[in-house]
């Protein structure tokens, strides 16, 4: 789904300074007021060799010593030594370029600000503003948040021994798009979702890995950082519903990650005491394999931690953490659905060889009209909401004989209202929105049964109601349409599960922006564990298909051929199975030579099960 997370080495090459040029070091100006630097032009090959930074030129301008620095950081200088060369002496011990990364669209413009119409060639400080439009923030814990504003900050620079220094300047690194693509490699840390609050949920999810997308670089130790901030736990906005076999505290010791031609990944952990626990260990295995796994230029076929002390904890292979593991609780994705003519629940066999046909459950019948619906992931059971908006049809998905239960939950009257198209969690709760202008609510029935139970959601605001969603097979996230009546946003959810003496109190919590670049989405769906395909529409621009990250990062992801019309999607977190859509009243599979082939002449609402 993602190309971004191909697995594949990177062979390392130095470059001298005339190569680093031809592969995209813009020469330096001598003279302007305004400059850009932009890296877009660079071949995609670049991204296949070790880039060096350049040490700053004699008797540079203050304009060309900052631009000289922000091409100095976007090199492979695992310390940022070349970069620092740019600073005096003293900025030199106290600058972090750890402490975050700035993404602008179309890399920085910068202006010298500090001198008057005529320079001072005299002068002894000056100072040159930096800004662009800002994509997105990465901070120092590697976790990206998209950001859709202007930035701009001021360089100061000083004269030392009679050359342009920076003397004062913002902690961490400014790039362009570009540059941060080619330097960066997306990948996941793992932790355990945390269903404790409801026990029978627990035991169903146990073991059952949450990804927790991260940037590191692509070739400076890619691996040993991945476990360095798996090590150091969840990221600020998901820890609250997962959990790590690792106790606080635990880091990675000098001798970092070491990885053999046979796959075998060993590493030493200093906090961990040598009589640790078998299974606590194991877990903690599990959690390495999947991280390293997604970095690591060979396949991981086994996992060894020791102690700092040498004392080895556990081996465990990758056929041995297979019941910890992400998507376990993905179900059989193979099937796709969808609605015919007759707003009957229709079923597409897995190979597509046959043509759709009803399921012989009670929503296969046509005795009901169906608006929309969804299949459990085990495949038992079937969800539909009626013609009207108004009423939530449950039933077995086969036997001809099954009960229908129905379930008004919403004003029949309400033209623009009504309920949203239900969604299954991989532990079998059931999931959907009443549209209600004055009431709007997320519901959930536990196990699919019996009376739905309303769910807070945090930040929505005045006037904004959920449009549609699709809730993740771990229960702990949920994708969310949030519409304010003109337009909606794609929102991403944090599933919380507090015990108390009355029960369990379920709410979702901080949903955060995935998709700031569109001006409005109509339609979403999970695509594996990590991603979701959106139908939307960017500013000044037409509506599209993409998939995004679960952070709103995009880069490196397959590009989706357009279709015209699109109201609905479907992405099946078997990465092998084609994309549904509903477009112009039709039903179309998206084929393995990338063009869009007809399903059915009519047919709505397409979906895999979830």
């Not at 100095?72 to 975050?100: C, I, M, N, Q």
């Not at 379920?506 to 569109?518: D, H, K, S, Y």
């Not at 590009?559 to 990465?575: K, Q, Y």
Request: glycine content about 12%.
């Amino acid at each position: 789904m993602n190309g971004e997370r191909t697995r594949g080495g990177w062979r390392w090459v130095g470059l001298l300074t005339a190569a680093l040029t031809l592969a995209g070091c813009a020469s330096m100006p001598g003279s302007g007021s305004v400059q850009r630097v932009d890296a877009s032009q660079r071949a995609e090959g670049d991204s296949q060799v070790r880039v060096d930074g350049v040490s700053p030129q004699e008797n540079a301008s203050p304009q060309e010593i900052v631009r000289g620095f922000l091409e100095a950081v976007t090199s492979d200088d695992a310390e940022y030594e070349t970069a620092k060369e740019y600073l005096t002496p003293e900025r030199r011990e106290a600058w972090d370029p750890f402490h975050s990364i700035t993404v602008l669209a179309n890399g920085p413009i910068f202006e010298l600000t500090g001198r008057d119409a005529v320079p001072d060639e005299d002068a002894e400080t000056d100072q040159v503003e930096v800004s662009g439009s800002r994509l997105a923030e990465v901070n120092d814990g590697h976790v990206y948040t998209p950001r859709d504003d202007d930035f701009r900050t001021v360089f100061l620079l000083r004269m030392v021994d009679q050359q342009w220094r920076i003397d004062s300047l913002p902690d961490g690194l400014v790039m362009g798009e570009a540059d941060f693509r080619r330097i960066y490699h997306a990948v996941s840390t793992y932790y355990y979702a945390d269903l404790a609050a409801e026990s029978d949920r627990a035991q169903r999810g146990d073991g059952v890995l949450v990804p927790d997308p991260i940037y590191v670089r692509r070739r400076v130790e890619p691996v040993s950082e991945a476990v360095r901030t798996l090590l150091a736990g969840p990221s600020e906005w998901l820890s609250p519903v997962v959990t790590s076999a690792f106790p606080s505290g635990v880091r990675l010791t000098d001798d970092g990650v070491n990885i053999d031609g046979g796959g075998r990944l060993s590493l030493r952990i200093d906090g961990i005491p040598d009589e640790w626990p078998a299974p606590r260990c194991e877990r903690m295995a599990a959690q390495v394999l999947h991280t390293a796994r997604d970095v690591a230029s060979v396949e991981i076929s086994e996992v060894r931690l020791r102690s700092a002390s040498g004392g080895q904890l556990c081996t465990q292979t990758a056929a041995e953490v297979r019941d910890l593991a992400p998507g376990l609780l993905d179900g059989d994705g193979g099937q796709g659905y969808f609605l015919d003519e007759a707003r009957r629940l229709v079923s597409l066999s897995a190979d597509h060889a046959d043509k759709p046909y009803p399921v012989s459950g009670p929503l296969g019948q046509g005795d009901v009209v169906l608006r929309s619906a969804a299949v459990s992931r085990d495949g038992d059971s079937a969800a539909g909401v009626s013609e009207d908006g108004s009423t939530l049809y449950v039933a077995p998905l086969d036997g001809r004989d099954a009960e229908l239960e129905a379930l008004p939950l919403a004003d029949p009257a309400d033209e623009n209202g009504g309920l949203t198209a239900p969604s299954w969690d991989g532990l079998g709760d059931l999931w959907l929105a009443d549209r209600d202008a004055e009431e709007p609510g997320l519901l959930r029935l536990s196990a699919g049964r019996g009376e739905p139970r309303e769910v807070p959601v945090d930040g929505l605001g005045a006037g904004q109601r959920i449009e549609a969603l699709r809730v993740a097979p771990d229960g702990v996230r949920i994708a969310m349409l949030i519409g304010d009546g003109e337009r909606s946003s794609l929102m991403l959810g944090r599933v919380e599960r507090v015990g108390s003496e009355q029960g369990v109190a379920v709410t979702v919590n901080e949903p955060r922006p995935v998709a700031p670049q569109l001006a409005d989405t109509v339609a979403v769906s999970w695509a594996g564990d990590q991603g979701l395909v959106v139908v939307g529409r960017p500013v000044d621009g037409v509506e599209q298909i993409s998939y995004v990250e679960t952070d709103g990062s995009t880069g490196g992801a397959p590009s989706v051929p357009g279709l015209n019309d699109v109201r609905a999607v479907a992405a099946s977190e078997e990465e092998s199975r084609p994309m549904l859509a509903e477009s112009g009243g039709r039903i179309a599979r998206l084929g393995d030579d990338g063009q869009w082939k007809l399903v059915a002449e009519s047919g709505s609402a397409p979906f895999y099960p979830g």
